[in-house]
């Protein structure tokens, strides 16, 4: 990897970005949060054995990420949100419950 650190360096920054933003923001939320699980799985593993290092600490960050992808989160209050209304998907829970109320 080190010779090639400025060809991968962008791109682990740019996932980590994304994977940052796409919650925040609601778009494309279960990209960002495949992405995540896979970053947090990489940590898990090579600090695994470590010493001083406690391997459960990334355990709750990797269901968090799972979540995410699992969930249809942004789907009610998210960019996602959107453009599911813009291509005429079926609603979430949250969104039928905001049509409702309103």
Not at 25 to 43: D, E, S
Not at 56 to 71: A, G, Q
């Amino acid at each position: 990897m080190l010779p090639h650190f400025y060809l991968f360096a962008p791109i682990v920054y740019a996932a980590g970005v994304q994977t940052a933003v796409s919650p925040i923001l609601g778009c494309f939320a279960r990209f960002g949060g495949a992405i995540g699980a896979l970053q947090i799985a990489n940590l898990w593993l090579e600090l695994y054995s470590a010493p001083g290092e406690w391997p459960w600490t990334y355990f709750f960050p990797l269901l968090l990420m799972l979540n995410f992808v699992l969930r249809h989160y942004g789907r009610s209050l998210g960019l996602d949100a959107i453009t599911m209304a813009c291509l005429g998907q079926r609603r979430t829970f949250g969104r039928a419950i905001l049509v409702e109320a309103a």
